[in-house]
């Protein structure tokens, strides 16, 4: 069971900290395995040896903070390295895309990019001949024999 009230025992140990004279029958408290060795943390608690916030109160739970926030930051400047390779080597293809208005989508962490041109948006199927391009008469009129037809102008 974990005190939840009170789980780094900072007020009130949960065991005395000094054994009681005499033997732990006459004092009513359990019997330790002879083999039964402490962790080399430490004193060990209900749910095991007390950490850094325990051990060194606000300058642990500080130092905690600190390797919490290097961590975060290492891996954010590791996540970097491939987005930042992929825009070096797609930098022509995408000065390119960027000439021609193309949309660029960047795929698998930046290591990959998919171009894509939005005119494509415009074209939608012929409702005369339904994409076929022709019809009982021979080649459809509306879309010229292609299946498709312009509807507008891209913004």
Not at 102 to 122: E, M, P, S
């Amino acid at each position: 069971m974990i005190n939840i009230s009170n789980f780094i025992s900072k007020d009130n140990p949960p065991w005395p900290l000094a054994q009681p004279s005499g033997t732990a029958a006459a004092t009513g408290a359990p019997a330790r395995a002879a083999g039964r060795r402490r962790p080399p943390g430490g004193r060990a608690g209900p749910a095991g040896p007390v950490g850094l916030a325990g051990r060194f109160g606000q300058a642990g739970r500080r130092a905690g903070a600190i390797l919490a926030t290097i961590g975060a930051v290492l891996v954010s400047w590791l996540a970097v390295i491939p987005r930042r390779l992929g825009d070096r080597l797609f930098a022509m293809n995408d000065t390119e895309a960027y000439r021609w208005s193309w949309q660029i989508a960047k795929t698998r962490g930046g290591l990959a990019r998919r171009y894509r041109d939005l005119q494509f948006d415009t074209l939608a199927e012929c409702p005369q001949c339904r994409g076929s391009g022709v019809t009982t008469a021979g080649p459809c009129p509306p879309c010229l024999g292609t299946g498709r037809i312009t509807l507008g102008e891209v913004s």
